[in-house]
């Protein structure tokens, strides 16, 4: 089945940091999402791009829907304390089911 | 809060016993989707549901069964547990199928604890 490769797979980095992690696909998706885990949480959405190229901030978020369609980025700015979780990429084609990569573990040391 | 609610929010059982999951989706969503993590890992896709019908099935055992009623909510269905089983169970919900990528918006989980 369509499988999304998610990487790094964990990221250890002091507060403070700049973060960054992506998610490849050998499908094209016209949709990619990115959400935040908490423990012990439900995932919850971060960022969603809806067409190739765009770059769409929240906050200190970034994410990029990349060109091919087949990529996509998310970057977190001045990583604070609760940056921590797991961070999962999705992506969506059509009406079919999202396609999650296996998440993106941020620890930050004080 | 999501809007999706998951009842219980722990359980402790023991093997070979079943459980039943429970999930009220958010207002308006037709779509109910059952995903599993166990530690560590990502999030694995059970089945969907939308509007009372199955739409998609994933790696689900055929030990697990699940259903959509007539007021949407959806129960997961887990018999003769085994130690493996022991996870967070979600459930997410969206307006229909998800198209334009609205995603989906996830309940807090069930955790489920096999003894």
């Known amino acids: 089945g369509q499988q999304l490769n998610q990487s790094p797979q964990s990221m250890f980095i002091q507060e403070g940091e700049d973060v960054s992690m992506n998610c490849t696909s050998s499908?094209?998706?016209?949709?990619w999402l990115w959400y935040k885990q908490d423990p012990g949480e439900g995932p919850v959405l971060l960022i969603a791009?809806?067409?190739?190229?765009e770059l769409t901030s929240n906050g200190r978020l970034t994410a990029q829907f990349g060109i091919t369609r087949k990529d996509s980025f998310l970057n977190i700015s001045a990583s604070i304390p609760s940056d921590v979780g797991i961070y999962f990429c999705?992506?969506?084609?059509?009406?079919?089911?999202?396609?999650f990569g296996q998440g993106t573990r941020l620890t930050i040391n004080p | 809060d999501s809007g999706v609610t998951q009842t219980p929010k722990h359980l402790i059982t023991a093997t070979g016993q079943r459980v039943t999951l429970r999930c009220s989706p958010r207002?308006?969503?037709?779509?109910v989707y059952w995903y599993q993590q166990s530690l560590d890992q990502g999030l694995q896709f059970l089945i969907q549901?939308?509007?009372?019908?199955?739409?998609a099935k994933g790696n689900i055992l055929e030990r697990f069964s699940a259903q959509q009623f007539p007021d949407l909510h959806s129960e997961l269905n887990l018999s003769s547990l085994e130690l493996g089983d022991s996870a967070l169970y979600f459930c997410?919900?969206?307006?229909?199928?998800?198209?334009?990528?609205?995603?989906?918006?996830f309940g807090s989980g069930t955790r489920l604890t096999v003894v």
């Open positions: 997410a919900s969206s307006v229909g199928h998800p198209q334009g990528g609205y995603g989906y918006t």
């Open positions: 999705a992506g969506l084609k059509g009406a079919q089911k999202l396609v």
């Open positions: 549901y939308y509007n009372g019908e199955e739409r």
């Open positions: 207002s308006g969503d037709l779509s």
């Open positions: 499908s094209i998706f016209n949709t």
């Open positions: 791009l809806y067409k190739a190229g």
